[in-house]
């Protein structure tokens, strides 16, 4: 199995535009910018590839919790992971250094000792995890 995504990117680093595209159609010609990357801590005025490495990790994340609790014979009613990417200044630049993963969930019949073990394993397991191997990856996992 292969995914793609196309940029696009014109002019300089501080004063170009980019676009991307996905293989789902998802993002078609979504806009990118220095500033969106770096400058604009709201995140309204574009995305980045952080913002996406992001969306990828919670998604991968719950995907894999979510077959770990049925396998378990506990389905989950309701996963809600966020993951924050964090971007640092290094002596190469900027460096992504953690990604911060945070799980409210509802899952009936479940206690917490066998919750936790399911999400840090779901934590260690995703594809998205194993591949940000050279980073900090986190959880804080509640159980409602």
Known sequence: ????????WRGA??????????QSGALQDHGYSFKARFE???????????ELLA??????????LSHF?????????????RAVVTVDPSDQ??????SAITLEAKVPGLDAGTFAGLAEKA??????????GAI????????L
């Open 13 to 22: 680093l501080s004063d170009g535009q980019g676009s991307l595209t996905t």
């Open 93 to 98: 630049g900027f460096t992504i250094t953690g």
């Open 136 to 143: 900090e990856v986190s959880l804080d996992a509640r159980l």
């Open 55 to 64: 969306a990828a990790h919670a998604g991968c994340f719950a995907m894999q």
């Open 123 to 132: 934590k260690a397991g995703c594809p998205v995890s194993r591949a940000l």
């Open 40 to 50: 604009d801590e709201s995140g309204k005025s574009g995305t980045n590839p952080e």
């Open 1 to 8: 199995m292969k995914r793609h995504a196309t940029a696009i």
């Open 69 to 81: 609790l049925a396998e378990n014979g506990t389905p989950a009613e309701e996963l809600k992971a």
